[in-house]
């Protein structure tokens, strides 16, 4: 059975740093797709970075050069660091795996499709403040 337990969430002000972590249980993430999805009460859930398989990264133009996705293949684990934080990152953040297709073969906005992802986590909330 495939978890994906997310972590490192809170509350911290404009300018403040968050790492998000998301470990992986049933489901090797080496060579995998992984991605971290964020959303806000009444919004839809928005991409915010992905990694293929072959190690190509994405991300949201929201996030460009303050967060960046990576992965800890002997953890297991798929990490979010977050500089710089606004308040509009306030949202309840998701761990996903699993997309089938290789960023360099599909369409500018594949890696941030929820429907292209199999297997997601519960979520951790991160809320900035002003």
């Known amino acids: 059975q495939v978890q994906l337990v997310e972590s490192g969430g809170g509350s911290v002000q404009a300018g403040g740093s968050l790492r998000l972590s998301c470990v992986a249980s049933?489901?090797?993430?080496?060579?995998?797709?992984m991605a971290w999805f964020r959303q806000s009460p009444g919004k839809e859930r928005e991409g915010v970075a992905a990694?293929?398989?072959?190690?190509?990264?994405k991300y949201a133009d929201s996030v460009k050069g303050r967060f960046t996705i990576s992965k800890d293949n002997g953890k297991n684990t798929l990490y979010l660091q977050m500089i710089g934080l606004k308040p509009e990152d306030t949202a309840m953040y998701y761990c996903a795996a699993g997309c089938p297709y290789r960023f360099a073969f599909a369409g500018a906005e594949y890696f941030a499709s929820p429907g292209v992802y199999e297997h997601w986590g519960q979520g951790t909330q991160v809320t900035v403040s002003s």
């Open positions: 049933g489901y090797t993430i080496r060579n995998k797709c």
């Open positions: 990694s293929d398989s072959d190690g190509i990264t």
